[in-house]
């Protein structure tokens, strides 16, 4: 099966509006629509994505104005690959982080993937069973992936530039 396969899999379920944009190896979805569609590729019998391989967040910068989180996804049996994404506006400083549907009521390699994802870039996943930092500690100053994450200059009297 190759990505025009799967897209004509999600129009016939969801309808031309779930596609947002398209390429030769990626699928990008709303972002509010994320997990009915990852749960169609797992379920769907032509599809089976048994396995998300890499859950990952950008920050695409103030200017462009928007994050996005890929998910790759993959078939053990079928040997399918399939790169989806949602692209959403990135927020403020001061404003919420932007909200993102967990997926990892479907695949549990994600639970740790989102939390790295909230994390280092600032995404909150709802409905996400455990949502906290996993690198850095709680009390941490900002999501040292954004592009405009300055480093905090001590850290309970520590030094952290150098």
């Not at 994802?117 to 909150?124: C, W």
Request: net charge negative; proline share 5%.
């Amino acid at each position: 099966m190759n990505i025009e396969n799967f897209k004509n899999i999600l129009i016939e379920k969801f309808g031309e509006g779930i596609i947002l944009q398209s390429d030769h190896q990626s699928i990008a979805v709303p972002t509010e629509s994320i997990a009915e569609v990852c749960q169609l590729m797992l379920e769907h019998e032509e599809c089976y994505f048994d396995m998300l391989s890499c859950l990952t967040a950008l920050d695409n910068g103030v200017e462009k104005g928007t994050m996005e989180v890929i998910y790759n996804l993959y078939s053990i049996p079928y040997e399918h690959k399939l790169m989806l994404k949602v692209i959403f506006p990135r927020n403020e400083k001061g404003e919420a982080l932007p909200d993102v549907p967990t997926v990892s009521h479907i695949w549990k390699t994600a639970d740790w993937h989102e939390r790295e994802a909230f994390d280092l870039v600032g995404i909150n996943f709802t409905g996400h069973p455990d949502l906290r930092r996993i690198l850095l500690p709680e009390d941490w100053d900002g999501h040292p992936l954004r592009k405009d994450y300055q480093a905090q200059e001590y850290y309970h009297g520590i030094q952290v530039k150098y």
